[in-house]
Each structure stands twice: as structure tokens, then as C-alpha cells.
T-cell receptor, first 110, second 111 residues
């Protein structure tokens, strides 16, 4: 079993839709949770960083962490064609060794 | 604030040749990472440095890969000899705890 599981997609949604991206994990030592966006031929870009269970909002993005279920989510409101990218979840324990999911390809259709 | 710098951006080599990648992290970031990203997959950690000491290299194929971080700043990753399956993007990242920040990566093609 992989430490971090993420559905690779692809996920296609119409412009303006709410997007929900999810990851599950097996290592209960993980305490830091991140979401990255990666455009084609670019490095991953850090979108959200959370430490504890609960919700964190930044503009159109909301990150949600449920440690009891070992489940994290990223919601994108009012999705735009420019949001089309691969979204990677990542998590780490106290050693800051970041483990990534496989990434979900998202396409927002105009 | 300048980001993580990597060079070269692209490299094509023949199998069994050697190659080296260079990374300059964000100023002041003590932790530096090298990741390998194969097409369609998430980044896989190869090695993690804290200043110039190795924290984790458990997934580094040490028979062919080596990495160093001199003076706790710049880092180089070397592959010798390269295999076809080493074709991937090699990403360098640096961190000051709240998430890692990535460079653009070096796209390696082994033919």
C-alpha cells in the first residue's frame, strides 16, 4: 500500500464549477499537509499548507484535513480555465520528508 | 525573493554516460531536496539535506546516483552511469519548514 493515494483523473469540469480533489494516507505520523499545482513542463507550485485538522481558506481555494479518517481535500470554487493543471497532495511528519501523491489532472472547460 | 534555480533545463545523454545537475536553493533555506518525477507520476524523494548533512537518502540508488551539498548552500546531483529508466524530470526544492519550494526542474532524456 502506498503511503499517499490520489486518484490520477483526469477530471474535466465546466468553468465556474466547484472542484473537489482528494488524497488518503496511511501514515498516522503525518502532521503537515500541502497542495501543489503543477503546470505542464513546470515545477510544482505550493498552493496551500496546513498543520492541523480543519479547514483553511485562501481566496478560491479551501484545504480540508481530517486526521481521524486520514483524508485531505482541496476545493476550488468558481473554477477557471487557468486552473487546468495537475494537482499534487503532499504530506510530511516531523522530519519534513515530503511524500507526494501521484497527482490529479484537472481540466476546466471554457 | 529569488526562487530555486536549477541548471541545465534539458539534457539528452546516451545510456552509460554520466550527467550532473546543479541547484541553488532559496537564500536561508536550510533544507534541500532532490526529487525524481517520472511522466505521469508524483515527485519521488531521492535525497534530503539539512544544511550540508544528509537527513534521508533511503531511495537514492547509491550504485549510480550521488549528491552533495557543499557549504550548506548549492547542491549537485550526479548519475553515473545513466540507464534508460533514469529518463525523468529532476526537481530540486528547498524549505524553511512551511512547505517545500521547487525549481523548474531538469528534464533528462537517456537514449
Amino acid at each position: 500500500q502506498k503511503e499517499v493515494e490520489q486518484d490520477p483523473g483526469p477530471l474535466s469540469v465546466p468553468e465556474g464549477a466547484i472542484v473537489s480533489l482528494n488524497c488518503t494516507y496511511s501514515n498516522s505520523a503525518f502532521q503537515y499537509f500541502m497542495w501543489y499545482r503543477q503546470y505542464s513542463r513546470k515545477g510544482p507550485e505550493l498552493l496551500m499548507y496546513t498543520y492541523s485538522s480543519g479547514n483553511k481558506e485562501d481566496g478560491r481555494f479551501t484545504a480540508q484535513v481530517d486526521k481521524s479518517s486520514k483524508y485531505i481535500s482541496l476545493f476550488i470554487r468558481d473554477s477557471q480555465p487557468s486552473d487546468s493543471a495537475t494537482y499534487l497532495c503532499a504530506m510530511a511528519s516531523g522530519t519534513y520528508k515530503y511524500i507526494f501523491g501521484t497527482g490529479t489532472r484537472l481540466k476546466v472547460l471554457a | 525573493e529569488a526562487g530555486v534555480a536549477q541548471s541545465p533545463r534539458y539534457k539528452i545523454i546516451e545510456k552509460r554516460q554520466s550527467v550532473a545537475f546543479w541547484c541553488n536553493p532559496i537564500s536561508g533555506h536550510a533544507t534541500l531536496y532532490w526529487y525524481q518525477q517520472i511522466l505521469g507520476q508524483g515527485p519521488k524523494l531521492l535525497i534530503q539535506f539539512q544544511n550540508n548533512g544528509v537527513v534521508d537518502d533511503s531511495q537514492l540508488p547509491k550504485d549510480r546516483f550521488s549528491a552533495e551539498r557543499l557549504k550548506g548552500v548549492d547542491s549537485t546531483l550526479k548519475i553515473q552511469p545513466a540507464k534508460l529508466e533514469d529518463s525523468a524530470v529532476y526537481l530540486c526544492a528547498s524549505s524553511l519548514e512551511r512547505g517545500a519550494f521547487f525549481g523548474q526542474g531538469t528534464r533528462l532524456t537517456v537514449v
